[in-house]
């Protein structure tokens, strides 16, 4: 079946630097996406990779390694507006709809 | 501005009543998507559309009904088979380069 696995909740302090780990199991792979969501708003977009390694873009990068099933999202410079929920999604064939994880939930204090 | 909208806001459903949640997008995207988000949960797939006049069912299509005559809408019809139909509902597309982009969601509420 098709499975997608992240920590249900993280806490961390402003200025810090978290990873949100999430692992998939899917039939297929075509692409892996990070979207953050702030309570009671739609997804935005943050991060896709589709081949092994990093990407970066600003205070955020996201990791993938396809062998191991297994994605991070790293947010440096902890802000109070980063707490929200992190989405991490798999497409496991070219032109269909993504597969969602459960989310995590990142609480940022002061 | 280019973009997707959904409306309402927030929609209210009394007991054995249809009801339909629009969703218009002017991104010029072929692939429309619905999806529902209960608390604690994730995102879970209704409907999706790659191309006009077509759509296909996702996880969880039992009580919902889409048509997409129009490229740049795909309405959702929650019928009244629906038995828990009180959730947050997201409309995404996606063009050439697959990346979904959200509307800002419709609240379904049960009276």
């Known amino acids: 079946g098709q499975n997608i696995d992240q920590p249900t909740e993280m806490t961390a302090t402003e200025g810090a630097i978290v990873q949100i780990n999430c692992t998939y199991q899917t039939s297929g792979f075509n692409g892996l996406f990070w979207y953050q969501q702030h309570a009671g708003e739609a997804p935005t977009f943050l991060s896709y990779n589709v081949l092994d390694g990093l990407e970066e873009k600003g205070r955020f990068s996201s990791f993938l390694s396809r062998s191991k099933g297994y994605s991070y999202l790293l947010l440096k410079e902890l802000q109070m507006k980063d707490s929200a929920s992190y989405l991490c999604?798999?497409?496991?064939?070219?032109?269909?709809?993504?597969?969602f994880g459960k989310g995590t939930t990142l609480s940022v204090s002061s | 501005d280019g973009g997707i909208t959904q409306s309402p806001k927030y929609l209210f459903r009394k007991e054995g009543q249809n009801v339909t949640l629009s969703c218009e997008q002017n991104?010029?995207?072929?692939?429309m998507y619905w999806y529902r988000q209960d608390p604690g949960q994730g995102l879970r797939l209704i409907y999706y559309s790659q191309i006009v006049n077509d759509f296909q069912k996702g996880d969880i299509a039992e009580g919902y009904s889409v048509s997409r005559e129009k490229k740049e809408s795909f309405p959702l019809t929650v019928t009244s088979a629906q038995k828990n139909p009180t959730a947050f509902y997201l409309c995404a597309s996606s063009g050439t380069e697959e990346t979904q982009y959200f509307g800002p969601g419709t609240r379904l509420l049960v009276l």
């Open positions: 999604a798999v497409r496991d064939q070219a032109g269909t709809a993504l597969i």
């Open positions: 991104l010029n995207h072929d692939a």
